[in-house]
């Protein structure tokens, strides 16, 4: 099953409030998406799943990404970049054959006003470091805490627009 990589381990994230949003939309489009969220690592992964080891819990982990062949990465601003979490997680994971030359959507989620804008650019980097086709269509949601209403939808109009474009385009992907 294709994944939505909520791209944080902070709980009460709002990046998996927006991964929880495309998973939704995507169904309605009838296709199902598996969210993984990066809370759900291993809380020791830096000692057990680096450098060529691997752990059980991460084992289950490394088998959905071996599986999927489109990732969405919701993407939250930490420090103008995108989180050290997500890095360990690209890190922890089997090189190359887990993303090499399959698909990527990315989304950046921020509370100030640019949307992660210098984050997803630096983690298209390393998508194409590791020969990934990723989708020209980004999307950038800033202000994200007035975006968002308590049932975990966007409140704004354009914003439901774009997204929905770029989840159009995933899916012809
Ligand atoms: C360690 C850390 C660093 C952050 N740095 C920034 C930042 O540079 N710019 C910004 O707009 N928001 C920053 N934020 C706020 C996040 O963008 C905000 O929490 C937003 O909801 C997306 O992150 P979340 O998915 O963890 O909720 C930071 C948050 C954390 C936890």
Redesign the pocket.
């Known amino acids: 099953m294709n994944l939505i990589i909520s791209g ?1 381990n ?1 709980l009460g ?3 998996l409030k927006v991964a929880n949003y495309y998973k939704g939309e995507l169904l309605l489009k009838g296709e199902a998406w598996e969210i993984l969220s990066l809370e759900d690592l291993p809380h020791d992964i830096l000692y057990t799943d680096l450098y060529g080891k691997r752990s059980d819990a991460f084992s289950t982990i490394q088998a959905k990404v071996s599986v999927a062949q489109k990732f969405i990465f919701v993407i ?5 970049s995108y989180p050290g979490a997500l890095k360990i997680f690209v890190d922890a994971c089997s090189y190359p054959t887990s993303f090499t030359h399959k698909k990527a959507a990315l989304v950046g ?4 006003k ?1 949307g992660n804008i210098r984050g997803v650019d630096h983690f298209t980097g390393v998508c194409n470091y590791m020969r990934m086709h990723v989708l020209p269509l980004k999307i950038h949601i800033p202000h ?2 007035d975006e968002l209403n308590s049932e975990g939808l966007f409140v704004n109009p354009i914003t439901s627009k774009f997204v929905n474009e770029q989840i159009d385009e995933i899916v012809r992907f």
């Not at 939250?76 to 103008?80: A, L």
């Not at 989620?109 to 100030?112: A, E, H, L, P, Q």
């Open positions: 944080t902070r994230s709002n990046s939250p601003e930490y420090n103008g989620v921020s509370t100030g640019y994200i805490k």
